[in-house]
Each structure stands twice: as structure tokens, then as C-alpha cells.
């Protein structure tokens, strides 16, 4: 999941509490107010309990009061898009799903941030950023309408004991993308030819369901070379050559895989959570899913803890580093909030450095810092004693990283919401299409969106 959605799993034990009391850097107080405030359940209940630990502290220093509501994302998604449509609306919540920044901001539902991002500019990086700077089509600019304060990408998860039972070693594992699942391939062979017949070499999300399947399109696009698909001036650029044969080796791959059948025949069903359960069945020897929630959730068992590898992007097919598509946390403000004030202050008083790290530190480092110095000044994201968290971290903060595709038009956002690019996977799986055929009614009606969405260059 480049996704943050909260997945269906087993909730986690109350484990740890917070860590310490939250660091609390002075606030400016303004006349003691309440801001009303909309949040995501976590997916551990650790990140529950970081919440509530910031609320208490701010309201402490501030003298102000966070009246919050702490809801699962399906119906908290549901609820704002009620309240948005309806004009009666909270202070603040969250960008649930992290699209939702770029579509109200096009339609100008949202307030500027911008004097709440200037307060730690310098922190963020520049995908970030970027990924905050939305596109508002009724005043015709680009304006800061989220401010982050976490990030997502998606690793690769590996369970070791089946790649040594297949006979191989983890450094027998390819360093270029083809090859690199490929790879999967031959284990699966291997665990076949020894009688395994329930295990499937790879969990590719090859559905219509979610936003999991969508993610892993665009992973496999990027890594063909697709980037440029969608530039910072919002323009579609399906003319490109190079982009055109990225799309269409993106369909090809998961497609092909599932048909040959190294994929479970069910993922074409799949929901967000099943290729997490079916990773923790050890139905499938690897999963390309969003943040380290596959690790996290079984992090009171050490055996499997310690048993699935985490590992960053391979190479592409030329050898060169491939930038992890990341999504941001983000806090907006609709129109319409009562006391703007307060969840600005709230706002920047989560995002500074020294509070948004033990945030994300009490949530087992499931969401990751947008900061690189968060990551500078506290050697626990990088203790190797955790090797899930070093290389989750070492790929979605400290390596390359580019913004998702609908930060710069969310035309992207509807191409997604409809599905277009995975249903040119059932086409090529069910329908009997080839890649070519399915990406050209693709592209058409990414096209047709596209032309839904124009953006005036000021």
C-alpha cells in the first residue's frame, strides 16, 4: 500500500505506551479556543496512542482544547466527503485517501497552509513538498492546501525461510527489476518440484479492488521508465514513446505472471488486506505492498518478525536506481472550519521535528518522517538491529523519491478511482487481450480524463 489505508488485520496487543513524555517546544498562545479534529484509527494501536499522547501535551502548553475523533479510514473517508458536500465541517482532518488533497484542492474546498508549512520549510524534502502544492482550478494556481507529516512507500517483503527452502540464499537474489522477480519464479519451481503446491511465488495485487492494485501499476510504470507520464505542469504525456512502452510493459508483466500462474488465482479479487494475509500465511513468497504494516503486524511474534526480509526497490533493467513513488500524511483545513487558528497552531506544533518524531517513533516506525534531520538526529530509524525499519527508511526518505502522479493534475486521481490501468490487467488475464490492445483502450480513457482536468499555466 504506497497506500495508507488501515488494513484488516489482528489489532496489535497495547504493546508500548508512549515513548517518554513528547517533547514540548514552546507554543505561541493565542485566547484558549477549540479546534474539532477528524483522525485516521491507526493500523497498530501504538499509533493511537501517539495521537492522543500529542493531543494531551499540546493542550497542556497551548491552553487550547483538540476535540478529536478517532475513526477507521472507510468510514472516516465516507464522512468527510459527507461533510464537505454538506458545508458542515471539522477544523481539521486528515487526507483520507491521501488523494483527497488534490481533488479539493481543484475544487477549492480546502484553505492555504502555506504560513504552517513556512514555519519548517527547510525540513521537508522536496517530494514533499511538491506533494503538498496542489493545483486549485477556481483561482487558477498552486497553492500549499496539506501539510505533511509522514510518508509511505512500498518495500519489498520476503519471506526468508522460503527462499532457503527453495534452495537459494537471499544473495542470490537479482539486482534488476525483471530479474529481481523472476527470481520468485524459480522459488516457486523449486518449492513445486519438493511437492509445495500451495505457495505462489509472487502477491502482485492484480485486481480491481483498492488502491493497492493502482500502486503497484505505478511502481512497475516507473521502473520501466514511465515518469515523465505526468509532469509538474499537469500535462498528460501518453505521446511519449518511451512512456507509451513503460504502460504497456507494466500490464504485460503482472498480467503474464498471473496467467502462468506465479501469482494465487484469487488476487485477481483481492481486497487491501488479502495480500497481507495471504503473505502471513506464507501463501506467497514475496509481496511489493505499501510501509512496513506486514512486518509490524506480527511484531510480537519474533520468529516470523525476524523471518521476513524487508527489502528496498531492485535496480532497474539498465542497472540504474529507481525512485519510489511516495505518498504524504497530510493535514487540510477545509473551507468552512470554524477555528482556523487553533488547527493551524495544532498543525505546527505536530510538525516540528522533535515532536513528529516521537509520533512516528511510537508507532513503530510503520509511517516514516518527511524530514530528513528527524531521521539525522535519532539513530533509532537506522539502529540495524531493526533491519525492516533501516531499509524501509533507507528507500522512502533517504533515497530517490518522486511525488504521485495526481499531485500535479488529479486527473490521476480518477484514473485510479475508476480503475483504468488494472482493468487493463483483467483484460489482458480474462479478457484475452494482449498488453498492446489493453493499453491502448487504457490510454484512450486516461486520455478522456485527462481532458476533464485542463490546467492554466500562470
Known amino acids: 500500500m504506497a497506500n495508507m489505508a488501515r488494513r484488516s488485520v489482528l489489532r496489535a496487543s497495547v504493546g508500548l505506551a508512549a515513548s517518554g513524555t513528547l517533547a514540548r517546544p514552546y507554543i505561541a498562545n493565542a485566547a484558549a479556543t477549540t479546534a474539532n479534529v477528524w483522525w485516521t484509527q491507526g493500523f497498530i494501536q501504538e499509533e493511537d496512542i501517539a495521537f492522543k499522547a500529542i493531543v494531551a501535551n499540546y493542550e497542556k502548553d497551548s491552553g487550547n482544547k483538540i476535540e478529536y475523533s478517532i475513526i477507521p479510514y472507510a468510514p472516516?473517508?465516507?464522512?468527510?466527503?459527507?461533510?464537505?458536500?454538506?458545508?458542515?465541517?471539522?477544523?481539521?482532518?486528515?487526507?483520507?485517501?491521501?488523494?483527497?488533497?488534490?481533488?479539493?484542492?481543484?475544487?477549492?474546498?480546502?484553505?492555504?497552509?502555506?504560513?504552517?508549512?513556512?514555519?519548517?520549510?527547510k525540513e521537508f524534502t522536496e517530494t514533499a513538498m511538491l506533494s503538498a502544492f496542489c493545483y486549485n482550478n477556481v483561482e487558477k494556481r498552486r497553492e500549499y492546501y496539506g501539510v505533511p507529516y509522514l510518508t509511505a512507500a512500498l518495500p519489498n517483503h520476503v519471506w526468508k525461510p522460503l527462499v532457503e527452502k527453495a534452495g537459494f540464499k537471499m544473495e542470490d537474489i537479482p539486482k534488476t527489476w525483471d530479474a529481481y522477480y523472476d527470481f520468485f519464479k524459480d522459488v516457486q519451481r523449486?518449492?513445486?518440484?519438493?511437492?509445495?503446491?500451495?505457495?505462489?511465488?509472487?502477491?502482485?495485487?492484480?485486481?480491481?479492488?483498492?488502491?493497492?492494485?493502482?500502486?503497484?501499476?505505478?511502481?512497475?510504470l516507473i521502473a520501466y521508465g514511465g515518469t515523465g507520464i505526468v509532469t509538474k505542469d499537469g500535462k498528460l504525456h501518453l505521446d511519449d514513446p518511451k512512456v507509451r512502452e513503460a504502460a504497456i510493459k507494466a500490464l504485460a508483466y503482472p498480467a503474464n505472471a498471473y496467467k502462468e500462474g506465479f501469482v494465487p488465482p484469487g488476487a485477481i479479487n483481492w481486497n487491501d488486506a488479502d495480500d497481507n494475509n495471504a503473505f502471513h500465511a506464507k501463501q506467497i513468497?514475496?509481496?511489493?505492498?505499501?510501509?512496513?504494516?506486514?512486518?509490524?503486524?506480527?511484531?510480537?511474534?519474533?520468529?516470523?518478525?525476524?523471518?521476513?526480509?524487508?527489502?528496498?526497490?531492485?535496480?532497474?533493467?539498465?542497472?540504474?536506481?529507481?525512485?519510489?513513488?511516495?505518498?504524504?500524511?497530510?493535514?487540510?483545513?477545509?473551507?468552512?472550519?470554524?477555528?482556523?487558528?487553533?488547527?493551524?497552531?495544532?498543525?505546527?506544533?505536530m510538525i516540528q521535528?522533535?515532536?513528529?518524531?516521537?509520533l512516528l517513533k511510537t508507532g513503530l516506525g510503520r509511517s516514516i518522517p518527511c524530514m530528513p534531520s528527524v531521521v539525522k538526529n535519532d539513530p533509532w530509524w537506522l539502529d540495524p538491529k531493526d533491519q525492516h525499519r533501516v531499509a524501509?527508511?533507507?528507500?522512502?526518505?533517504?533515497?530517490?523519491?518522486?511525488?504521485?502522479?495526481?499531485?500535479?493534475?488529479?486527473?490521476?486521481?480518477?484514473?485510479?478511482?475508476?480503475?483504468?490501468?488494472?482493468?487493463?490487467?483483467?483484460?489482458?488475464?480474462?479478457?484475452?487481450?494482449?498488453?498492446?490492445?489493453?493499453?491502448?483502450?487504457?490510454?484512450?480513457?486516461?486520455?478522456?480524463?485527462?481532458?476533464?482536468?485542463?490546467?492554466?499555466?500562470?
Open 392 to 458: 524501509y527508511v533507507t528507500q522512502g526518505l533517504i533515497g530517490p523519491t518522486v511525488p504521485a502522479f495526481w499531485v500535479f493534475n488529479p486527473a490521476y486521481a480518477q484514473v485510479q478511482n475508476e480503475h483504468v490501468w488494472s482493468a487493463g490487467w483483467i483484460d489482458i488475464m480474462t479478457g484475452g487481450m494482449t498488453p498492446q490492445a489493453a493499453a491502448e483502450k487504457a490510454f484512450k480513457r486516461v486520455e478522456e480524463i485527462f481532458a476533464k482536468y485542463p490546467i492554466v499555466q500562470s
Open 285 to 349: 513468497v514475496m509481496d511489493l505492498d505499501g510501509t512496513i504494516s506486514t512486518e509490524v503486524a506480527v511484531i510480537h511474534n519474533k520468529q516470523d518478525y525476524d523471518d521476513i526480509v524487508t527489502m528496498g526497490l531492485p535496480l532497474d533493467n539498465d542497472g540504474k536506481p529507481i525512485p519510489s513513488l511516495t505518498t504524504y500524511g497530510m493535514g487540510l483545513i477545509p473551507k468552512g472550519a470554524k477555528n482556523v487558528a487553533v488547527a493551524k497552531e495544532f498543525l505546527k506544533y
Open 353 to 358: 521535528p522533535k515532536v513528529n518524531n516521537e
Open 76 to 121: 472516516l473517508r465516507q464522512k468527510i466527503v459527507s461533510a464537505v458536500t454538506a458545508g458542515i465541517v471539522p477544523d481539521l482532518f486528515q487526507n483520507t485517501p491521501n488523494e483527497l488533497v488534490a481533488l479539493y484542492a481543484w475544487e477549492g474546498r480546502l484553505l492555504s497552509v502555506a504560513d504552517v508549512i513556512e514555519t519548517q520549510k
Open 190 to 220: 523449486k518449492l513445486r518440484a519438493q511437492g509445495e503446491r500451495k505457495v505462489y511465488g509472487l502477491g502482485l495485487q492484480v485486481t480491481t479492488n483498492g488502491n493497492d492494485p493502482n500502486s503497484l501499476f505505478n511502481y512497475f
